[in-house]
């Protein structure tokens, strides 16, 4: 399963919200990123810029768009930025493929 980092910029209407009735956040997610089919690992939040980061495990972006459509028209996102990542030694392996390729660059 792949992961991604999904920034989100947190609207006033949902900083109003979370005013309005501090919580938990991740326990209210978790079932609606189940329901997708993906799972939320960790979530955070950086109240010096107003957003959150969470980082979820699923198969593919196909699952993870919808979260994100729903978000921004509930008026909680003012944007979200949707990042894959991966952990280090999944990098160093597909580094050492992209080694491995014979490639001559343009003009060579």
């Known amino acids: 399963m792949a992961r991604y980092l ?4 947190v609207s ?3 900083t109003a919200g979370m005013l309005q ?4 956040r991740s326990e209210v997610l978790r079932p609606l ?4 089919g993906c799972r939320l690992e960790h979530f ?17 972006l196909d699952s993870v768009y919808p979260l994100w ?3 921004v028209a509930a ?5 979200i930025k949707v990042t894959p990542v991966m952990e280090i030694r999944e990098a160093v ?8 390729l014979a490639y001559r660059p343009p003009g060579n």
């Open 33 to 36: 990123f189940e329901a997708a």
């Open 69 to 71: 459509q729903k978000f």
């Open 93 to 100: 392996d597909l580094m050492k493929k992209a080694a491995s």
């Open 6 to 9: 999904i920034e989100q910029t």
């Open 12 to 14: 006033s209407q949902g």
């Open 75 to 79: 008026g909680a996102a003012s944007s």
């Open 21 to 24: 009735n501090p919580e938990d």
């Open 44 to 60: 955070y939040a950086s109240l010096t810029e107003n957003k959150t980061y969470l980082v979820v495990e699923s198969h593919d």
